[in-house]
């Protein structure tokens, strides 16, 4: 099977039929994936890679549970197959980071606007995506629905949406380079925070 990407916690891989699986990363490649991005973003001090992939693991299985149990539309996380306690098949989705990374900014706009869409759903529905991320965790199905596409970072209590939402990730710098227009991705941060940022 072709390798689609790697990140901490799973190795998606194509299934060749329009799906995809995401398998868990074994304890050797997934500390090996956060020690190279310590190499590239921070210290990479032993300690807290270990550490880091054991709280990865450990809130992806909470994650898993939340899916089986949880109050969303199948298409809405691209229609999962949960085949283990970590492990799952889902449809492939085109990243959204990359069509909005070439797109000019009226198609932009429209992406985020799907974006907002989506996770206002998702509040209200309680289970959200760690930091409301555009820059990895989100993609486009085969309709043209954003749709939430990494399960392994869920939150669903209210304190920690709440929490969530005070920390306005969305405003960081490094979303801003997922952006190809200034102007997209101001919009981008105007709706965010007009939807999302008025938590006190």
Sequence with gaps: ??????????????????????????????????????????????????????????????????????????????????????????????????????????????LVDEFVGLNKTLVERGLIDKNFNITQNFGLDSKGRVVLMDLGELYSDRVSIDEQQRKRMWANAHVAKVFSNKEAHSYYVEQMDKNFGSVN
């Excluded at 298409?75 to 306690?85: A, H, V």
Aim: aromatic share 12%; proline share 5%.
């Design 1 to 110: 099977m072709k390798v689609l990407g790697r990140g901490w916690q799973y190795t998606t891989y194509d299934l060749g039929n329009g799906r995809v699986l995401k398998k868990y990363n074994s304890s050797f490649v997934g500390c090996w994936v956060i020690f190279r991005d310590f190499l590239t973003y921070g210290s990479p001090m032993p300690w807290r890679i270990l550490g880091s992939f054991q709280d990865c693991r450990e809130k992806a299985l909470v994650s898993i549970q939340k899916v089986i149990n949880g109050p969303l539309d199948p298409w809405m996380i691209g229609t999962p197959k949960i085949l283990n306690e970590l492990d799952y098949e889902q449809d492939k989705l085109t990243p959204l980071h990359s069509l909005i990374s070439k797109a000019e900014v009226e198609e932009g706009k429209r």
